[in-house]
């Protein structure tokens, strides 16, 4: 780090820790409506119209009325596109899948990497249960001033639900291609205590897709089954004025099959030999937990300290049976990713117009890979595995934001981070946003922030098809956003934003040998993009939503995988949701023109999804979902670059139809 950098952050923390010896933090306790307020954003809680970011909030009565059992589900009906393969559900935002996901404010990216998640690192397939959720709070654009390392795209944190009375309820769910989903809920309040305990299963047999590279409409996904459950606890303690302690726990174990490719794209040798292991199994274990002292809560303020482990771990086995697959080909791997951490951030109220928030967090991954070796004498080819133990990055990290609100409405932001991590050296970040109320349902905004995105420790040792590369680099840029929020009319919202990024040193993993990949830093990715949300009530039974949005990616380097590969130049949201009485119904389109062909079987596709809830009493519902209504053929993961560089590898399920019933015991 440059020293004029060194001296700035130094001069900032120093004037700040006076500024906090000199004030007390906030007093009474002021009540205020969390659904005007967003918390991602800021890290503390501020009024929408005083948010100087595009934020998409998904409310609990929303998720309940979509009738969506999963995180990917939920985020769907946004404006958030999905990669979706058989193996990983990796989101996107402004096009980059370099997105920070957070549960209560906690990162649980796990920081793999590999080809299928590429610079994402968040899994949302191993989320808690949606059962679990209180809202979801979506912010484009980048954070890393106030998060550090991951939240380039923008962050999607899911807050869990905290029980207020005693409550046990189950639901069941049944549908195509053995379909078998049971949830378990039991909640209570007891004086200053509350717990929350989940229970998830779900099992499925292999998915059915239509192809659009075969032009088979009921083709079966070989080695697709899954077999998962989860568990989520939530632990509170209110200790009075205005301090509690949160206990949480979530464990995710499955097992499901490892699909390669499509039957159709398999290599068979003149010896009846293929590369597509239909008896493959991945076997994954995930347990987080997280202990939190919260205080001055309820005043427009997020003062915590956190301690918290997160683990994961994973095994492909790789058992070819009587599939005429060589046992020497590939016989599997395993991986373990650990992440342990401490975080503190203070909100001090100033004055009535100078809020200081600050904080720090310590944050360590250890990580171990153990990979068998592939032998192939027939061909003359041999890889030995690559294998390593208790390898380690850690991370210290400080950061101040200082938060004025001026007159005319005006209100302003200022913050920097220093990042000090062990393999990658240390790097400050700032960022700067400007908000105008123009009035209590219109704000216009502008921010410019920097980026800094570190490589993942896998990325580094290499593991799988993935050779080690000790000369990484982190990604460094910067963005620049404009905005605007309005209510247009009574019942009518519009959000619209805009964003131009520029990321130097820009990873991307290259084909280096037969069956060899390695990460490396290639190009300078330059984005920009528009996204436009119009929500409108119809009528009292009818409400309406639609959004757009365009992303245009050039790259300058060695490749341009990933502009061929983004998978929604223009992305098409309809939303329709009608209620009345007992009944529910939602529909929702969701559409993308302009892909690339070399990348995916069709340069556009239309997918529609259906759901209908009927209220039989207070205690009971029945729903009915169809999942691609019209059976379309599409992908959302581009396959250019694969080793086969052949379309259709990663194709979408096709039309799926389900049962279930909700109880309240």
Do not use: C
Not at 143 to 148: E, F, I, P, V
Not at 190 to 205: H, L
Not at 231 to 257: A, Y
Not at 470 to 478: A, I, Q, R
């Amino acid at each position: 780090m440059k020293k004029k950098q060194k001296q700035h952050l130094v001069s900032l923390l120093v004037s700040g820790a006076v500024l906090m010896a000199g004030q007390t933090a906030f007093a009474d306790e002021q009540e205020f409506s969390m659904d005007e307020y967003v918390v991602t954003a800021s890290r503390m809680p501020v009024k929408k119209t005083e948010t100087a970011a595009s934020v998409t909030v998904i409310t609990r009565e929303e998720i309940e009325k979509s009738g969506a059992v999963s995180v990917p589900d939920i985020l769907n009906r946004t404006t958030v596109t999905m990669q979706n393969d058989t193996t990983a559900s990796v989101p996107t935002i402004n096009g980059d899948v370099r997105v920070l996901v957070l549960v209560d404010g906690r990162e649980v990216n796990w920081k793999g990497g590999g080809m299928h998640m590429g610079q994402s690192g968040a899994n949302l397939d191993y989320l808690p249960s949606v059962d679990s959720i209180e809202r979801i709070e979506i912010v484009r654009g980048p954070a890393s001033a106030l998060y550090g390392s991951d939240a380039v795209g923008g962050v999607i944190n899911i807050i869990t639900r905290k029980s207020a009375e005693p409550v046990t309820r189950y639901s069941a769910e049944a549908g195509s291609w053995g379909l078998r989903r049971y949830n378990l809920t039991t909640e209570n309040k007891v004086g200053d205590f509350s717990y929350r305990i989940n229970f998830e299963r779900k099992s499925q047999d292999d998915f059915h897709y239509n192809s659009g590279y075969s032009g088979n409409s009921d083709a079966t996904a070989k080695n697709t089954a899954l077999d998962q459950d989860k568990m989520n606890i939530r632990l509170d303690k209110d200790l009075g004025n205005n301090r509690s302690l949160s206990l949480t726990v979530d464990h995710t174990d499955g097992r499901k099959g490892f699909n390669v490719m499509p039957d159709y794209q398999a290599h068979v040798d003149s010896g009846g030999n293929t590369n597509y292991f239909t008896h493959s199994v991945q076997t994954y274990v995930e347990n987080n937990v997280s202990l939190t002292y919260n205080w001055n809560q309820g005043d427009k303020a997020n003062s915590f300290v956190r301690l918290y482990r997160n683990y994961f771990t994973y095994n492909y086995d790789n058992h070819p049976d009587d599939y005429q697959i060589p046992d020497y080909y590939f016989n599997g791997r395993s991986y373990t990713n650990q992440a342990d951490g401490a975080e503190w951030q203070q909100t001090w109220q100033i004055n009535e117009r100078y809020t200081l928030l600050g904080g720090a967090s310590w944050r360590q991954v250890t990580a171990d890979s153990a990979e068998y070796d592939i032998d192939v004498p027939a061909y003359g080819y041999y890889q030995a595995g690559y294998n390593y133990t208790d390898k380690k990055i850690s991370n210290r990290a400080f950061f101040l934001e200082n938060n004025w609100r001026l007159p005319k409405n005006w209100s302003v932001t200022a913050g920097v981070r220093y990042d000090d991590y062990t393999l990658f050296g240390d790097k400050t970040t700032a960022r700067i946003t400007a908000n105008r109320e123009l009035n209590q349902t219109t704000n216009v905004y502008a921010s410019w922030g920097q980026i800094f995105k570190t490589p993942f420790i896998a990325d580094v040792y290499g593991g799988g098809f993935m050779i080690p590369n000790l000369n990484l680099k982190p990604e460094t840029g910067d963005v620049v956003t404009l905005g605007l929020n309005t209510r247009l009319a009574e019942g009518t919202e519009l959000q619209a934003s805009m964003f131009s990024s520029r990321l130097n040193d820009a990873l991307d993993y290259i084909v280096v040998g037969y069956n060899q990949y390695q990460w490396q830093n290639v190009a300078e990715l330059k984005r920009k993009g528009l996204d436009l949300s119009l929500k409108r009530r119809l009528s009292p039974q009818w409400q309406a939503l639609l959004g757009y949005s365009y992303v245009k990616v050039e790259e300058q380097g060695a490749t341009q995988r990933e502009e061929i590969n983004n998978n929604e130049p223009h992305g098409y949201r309809l939303g329709l949701q009608y209620e009345q009485d007992k009944w529910n119904a939602n529909f929702t389109l969701r559409g993308a023109t302009g892909r690339d062909t070399r990348a995916f079987t069709s340069s556009d596709y239309w997918v529609a999804d259906l759901g209908v809830n009927y209220k039989v009493n207070p205690a009971t519902r029945v729903y009915l979902k169809v999942y691609n209504l019209t059976n379309e053929a599409y992908e959302l993961h581009g396959s250019y670059g694969d080793a086969s560089n052949l379309t259709g590898l990663y194709p979408m399920a096709g039309r799926q139809v389900v049962f279930g019933i909700d109880q309240r015991i």
